[in-house]
Every structure is written in structure tokens, then in C-alpha cells.
């Protein structure tokens, strides 16, 4: 009983230190989405030029997403006509380039990851994107798309066909700050977080179990602590396989990442396991659905190999430029909670949600959930186009 309150009490610390800005982030995130409609980002993607990709990471950096979310998201652009190499560049972004995750790090990690998880996130799309140019041949990239066409639910599909932005006409500032808007921004924000609740928490439970139960002699001797160069040559290959085992996605995977951090594997691991969201087992059996056997085994070797080249590249480069934080100042949250700003900007942030979360709950929120794992097509008219902001017919939008 002892040990299950002690890893209780870590995923609590966790929980308290990381909760106003996950509000923040997928607040922020809420407004661009409310403003950026996905048949404008379907436009954007359509060819795999460096230009197209740059703009593929920065709409999918907005386009705050789950992991099960994006993966159906950049399904569907891809049948509407967006480049697939295009539509994995969007999705990569839209878990691992995005404001929540990279403030969660800071907050539990340090800056320095942070700045890591940004600068190798378009450094594994450059490197994916070389990859799919010498080796996807238009044969099974056919095969991928028949096969998509085919519509096979995965997971969250109905959340991935919803467009929750303000439909309305006028200047950016005016449909901004428009009550349309307020609806929009508390449809995506909810939608959001109940996209990413499960693997949130998750992680956290994971996280405070290993955390307590696995002593840290058995990570320093699986990361080859004792041998420098060694550990930064493992770390980020055996980063992205901790993931695949461990079932946990998008931002739900950090506190876990902390555990591992602090038993001891390397910096550019650390990168490359975060980025490994995409890959876990649940998301690989999606993506055979999607796309087909053969077209799943290439993603998970080409996505595998970018995320390691973009764990040694941050590794080498910011241990050459000394940025790379200390192991021994490593240490999980264990402060609780306490009058401290942390609360206080808890209490502010919350305070925001529950004002967003009353404004979903009076504009036909509970409907959209209930078609959240809906059918890729089940919000589609007859010819294509889904309905406005991603409600069901007879849904009020003030």
C-alpha cells in the first residue's frame, strides 16, 4: 500500500506542476484553430516542395492535436488531396512542435529540452522527407491510397473530421473576437482535452508507478550510464522502442520521459523517445488500417530512423555547445501542492476552463462528443464538404 500511495503521490506532483499550462497551451492552440479552417490547410498541402513542408509544420504546430487525432487528421487530408509526405510532416507537428508540450517540458525538464524538442522536430521532417524521395515508390503510395479510401475507423476519426472553426466572413480581428468565436474556441478546446485525457493520464499513472517501483540502478545499467560515449550512441535508439512499448502518446509521454531522464538516459534519447509518440503499437495497427500492411512497415522504419538522426543531431550539437543539463540535478516533483505561483496560476488557468467549459456545455458541446469516434465520414454531406464547425445539424453555435 505504501509503494501504490508513494507512485500516487508523484503522478499527483506531476499533475499539480504541469496543469496550467496545459490549459494555456491548448487555449492558445483553441484560438488558432478557431480561425484556421482545415479546407484552407487541405489547399496549402499539395505538393511535398521545402516551402509546402514549412508550411505543413507550422499549421500542424497550430493545429494542436492527440496523437490517435493527428494520425486520423492527416488520413484525412490525404484523401482530400493533400500530399501524403505533406500530411506526415503536418501530423508530426501537430503532437511534437506545439506550445504545451514545449512548456510541460520546461517546466519538468528544463529549457534546454524544450528548445531540443523544436529544433529536432523540423530537422526529423527534413530527414523524412529526404527519406520518402529516395525511397516511396508511386506503387505504394497508390496501394496507401486506395486503401485510405476505403474510409476503416482507427480512432478518433470523427474528431479529425470536425472543423470548429468560425465560418463567418471578415477581417481576422473581427471574426476573432466575434461570440462565434468564443463558441469556436471552447468547442476545439474541450474537444482537445477529451482527445488527450486518456493518455494524459495515462502517462502520469506510468510515469508515477515506474518512477516508484523501478530502482534507478536498473536504468542506469539499460542506458549504459557508466560509458558516456555509449549512452549517447544508445540512447536514441532505444528511445523510440521505450515508446513503442509503452502505449502512451502525444503529451502524456513526458512525465514518462522525466523518469527515464532521470535514470539516466541520454539528452538526444530523450528527443527521440518524446517523438515517438506516433509510432506505438496502437497507432502502428491504425496506421495498417489506413494504409495498409506494407505502407505501416515503411512509416515505422523511415519515422524510426528520423527520430534517431534527430536525437544524435541534438545530442552532438548541444553537448558540443555545453547546453546539455546535468544528470545529477535530475529530480521529479515531489512539492505537492503549496501557495506558491504554480497555484496561483492553477487557479487562474482552471478558472479559464471552467469558463470555456460552460460556454461548450450551452452550444451543443455534448453532441459533438458523443460523434467524436465517429465514422471518418459520418459528418460529411453528400458532396464532401462537412458540416460548419463540425456540429450535427439543429446545433445552436451562440
Known amino acids: 500500500m505504501h509503494a501504490v500511495l508513494h507512485a500516487l503521490s508523484i503522478t499527483g506532483s506531476m499533475t499539480w506542476e ?35 513542408l514549412v508550411l505543413a509544420a507550422g499549421l500542424g504546430a497550430a493545429s494542436s492535436s492527440c496523437s490517435y487525432a493527428a494520425v486520423a487528421l492527416a488520413r484525412s487530408l490525404f484523401r482530400k488531396g493533400a500530399n501524403f509526405t505533406a500530411a506526415m510532416a503536418f501530423e508530426i507537428a501537430s503532437t511534437n512542435l506545439v506550445i504545451e508540450l514545449g512548456v510541460i517540458l520546461a517546466l519538468l525538464m528544463g529549457w534546454q529540452f524544450t528548445a531540443a524538442e523544436f529544433i529536432g522536430g523540423p530537422i526529423m521532417i527534413v530527414v523524412l522527407a529526404a527519406l520518402f524521395r529516395l525511397l516511396l515508390r508511386d506503387r505504394l503510395l497508390r496501394e496507401a491510397r486506395d486503401q485510405a479510401e476505403r474510409g476503416l475507423v482507427g480512432s478518433m476519426e470523427g474528431h479529425a473530421a470536425m472543423d470548429m472553426s468560425v465560418q463567418r466572413q471578415g477581417r481576422f480581428w473581427q471574426r476573432l473576437l466575434s461570440r462565434e468565436a468564443f463558441t469556436s474556441v471552447s468547442h476545439v478546446f474541450v474537444m482537445e482535452w477529451a482527445a488527450i485525457l486518456r493518455d494524459l493520464v495515462g502517462g502520469l499513472l506510468i510515469a508515477g508507478a515506474i518512477a516508484a517501483w523501478v530502482p534507478d540502478s536498473f536504468w542506469r545499467a539499460f542506458f549504459f550510464t557508466g560509458h558516456p560515449l555509449a549512452a549517447k550512441l544508445w540512447g536514441p535508439l532505444i528511445g523510440p522502442l521505450v515508446a513503442i512499448a509503452s502505449f502512451v502518446c502525444s503529451i502524456g509521454n513526458v512525465p514518462l520521459a522525466v523518469v527515464l531522464w532521470k535514470g539516466g538516459i541520454s539528452f538526444g534519447g530523450v ?82 476552463a471552467a469558463a470555456l467549459l460552460v460556454r461548450f456545455l450551452r452550444t451543443g458541446g455534448p453532441a459533438m462528443l458523443r460523434m467524436m469516434s465517429g465514422s471518418p465520414d459520418g459528418h460529411a454531406h453528400g458532396d464532401g464538404h462537412q458540416h460548419q464547425s463540425g456540429r450535427p445539424r439543429g446545433l445552436p453555435r451562440h
Open 18 to 52: 504541469i496543469t496550467w499550462a496545459l490549459v494555456l497551451g491548448f487555449a492558445l492552440s483553441a484560438v488558432v484553430q478557431a480561425v484556421v479552417r482545415k479546407s484552407t490547410v487541405v489547399r496549402a498541402l499539395g505538393d511535398d516542395r521545402p516551402r509546402t
Open 271 to 352: 528527443v527521440a523517445f518524446v517523438y515517438a509518440d506516433l509510432l506505438i503499437i496502437p497507432i502502428l495497427s491504425i496506421y495498417r488500417k489506413y494504409y495498409g500492411p506494407t505502407m505501416t512497415g515503411f512509416l515505422l522504419a523511415t519515422f524510426y530512423a528520423a527520430m534517431a538522426v534527430a536525437g544524435y543531431v541534438v545530442e552532438f550539437a548541444f553537448g558540443g555547445l555545453g547546453l546539455v543539463p546535468d544528470h545529477s540535478r535530475a529530480k521529479l516533483p515531489m512539492e505537492g501542492v503549496s501557495w506558491n505561483y504554480t497555484t496561483w496560476l492553477n487557479i487562474a488557468f482552471l478558472a479559464l
